[in-house]
């Protein structure tokens, strides 16, 4: 009796400590990518636009910069979900970037004038949207003093 306790006590211990070898911090995350962010990430939603406008810039368009629009309007729809915008604000957003990423899974080299105005359009849809989001309105407190 006193054996099965002791063993059931050992047991319960391997499960509370683990068996990650010594010295090392145990795992905080199920995902290995959550460290890694990509210098080009958005703030926030209205980053997303300022962005996008900074890569679109004509003649400094190369490769690098064309990866991150994707990646940047790859991500727009995850930034846009993370703000206080109804569900109503956020369908057109998703749609909008996903039908850009569709269209920019074929860019290689330069874009075309469509895909200008398809990001342009996408930048406007943020600008307009977001002046309706509660977290991006000015303070505009009044100051009775």
């Known amino acids: 009796m006193m054996r099965s306790s002791l063993l059931s006590s050992l ?14 911090t145990p795992k905080t995350s199920l995902f290995e990518e959550d460290h890694a962010v990509a210098a080009h990430w958005p703030s926030g939603l209205q980053d997303v636009a300022v962005k996008l406008r900074e ?37 057109p957003i998703y749609h909008a970037a996903e039908s850009l990423s569709a269209n920019l899974r074929q860019v290689d ?29 000015p303070n505009l407190a009044n100051d009775e003093s």
């Open 11 to 24: 047991w319960v211990m391997l499960l509370v400590v683990g068996c990650a070898p010594d010295g090392s």
């Open 55 to 91: 890569r679109m810039t004509p003649g400094d368009v190369t490769s690098t910069s064309i990866a991150e629009v994707k990646g940047i309007v790859g991500w727009t729809a995850e930034i846009a979900a993370d703000t206080n915008m109804t569900e109503q604000d956020w369908i």
């Open 109 to 137: 080299a330069e874009f075309t004038e469509a895909d200008r105005r398809q990001i342009e359009s996408l930048c406007e849809l943020i600008d307009e949207t977001s002046s309706r989001v509660p977290e991006f309105l």
